[in-house]
């Protein structure tokens, strides 16, 4: 699978998650070309600050891979990572970061904070942006459409 191709998955995710009502934010982990771990947003049914797509995922694989440590992989989300989530990427040594649309209001790897590609830190992914960006954008403009709606 290409790039586009995992992006695609970590929308499925987002769109789980647009279905329960959560901000649609959708992650997938892949590592030597298979799809290890996959989280979408659950901060509203779980009532918790943390279960962010990301920090489900990296939760996943961490205990698929029996170890913290997810080197030699990487990470496709639908929206540019939060600071708490750029943090937690860097924490399991994710090897890449692609990202679809970037968050001008929260962003952790370039919009607001670039925590990400700094370089003062001793972990630094290489990052690509835009991997399917006019998708992941419209699922985030769908869902505070009809919210405001409502």
């Given at each position: 699978?290409?790039?586009?191709?995992?992006?695609?998955?970590?929308?499925?995710?987002?769109?789980?998650?647009?279905?329960?009502?959560e901000?649609?934010?959708?992650?997938?982990?892949?590592?030597?070309?298979?799809?290890?771990?996959?989280?979408?947003?659950?901060?509203?049914?779980?009532?918790?600050?943390?279960?962010?797509?990301?920090?489900?995922?990296?939760?996943?694989?961490?205990?698929?891979?029996?170890?913290?440590?997810?080197?030699?992989?990487?990470?496709?989300?639908?929206?540019?990572?939060?600071?708490?989530?750029?943090?937690a990427?860097?924490?399991?040594r994710?090897?890449?970061?692609?990202?679809?649309?970037?968050?001008?209001?929260?962003?952790?790897?370039?919009?607001?904070?670039?925590?990400?590609?700094?370089?003062?830190?001793?972990?630094?992914?290489?990052v690509?942006?835009g991997?399917?960006?006019?998708?992941?954008?419209?699922?985030?403009?769908?869902?505070?459409r009809?919210?405001?709606?409502?």
């Amino acid at each position: 699978m290409d790039k586009n191709e995992y992006m695609k998955e970590a929308l499925k995710e987002a769109q789980k998650a647009y279905r329960k009502g959560e901000v649609p934010v959708g992650a997938v982990i892949v590592r030597r070309d298979e799809i290890i771990a996959r989280g979408h947003n659950l901060r509203e049914t779980g009532k918790s600050p943390l279960a962010h797509a990301e920090i489900i995922a990296i939760g996943k694989a961490a205990e698929k891979l029996g170890g913290w440590r997810l080197t030699e992989s990487q990470i496709y989300v639908t929206i540019e990572p939060c600071v708490m989530c750029a943090g937690a990427i860097m924490q399991a040594r994710i090897d890449e970061v692609f990202i679809g649309a970037m968050d001008p209001k929260a962003g952790g790897a370039g919009s607001v904070y670039y925590l990400l590609g700094d370089g003062l830190l001793y972990h630094v992914p290489k990052v690509v942006k835009g991997v399917l960006e006019d998708e992941c954008s419209a699922i985030m403009k769908e869902f505070f459409r009809e919210l405001r709606r409502k």
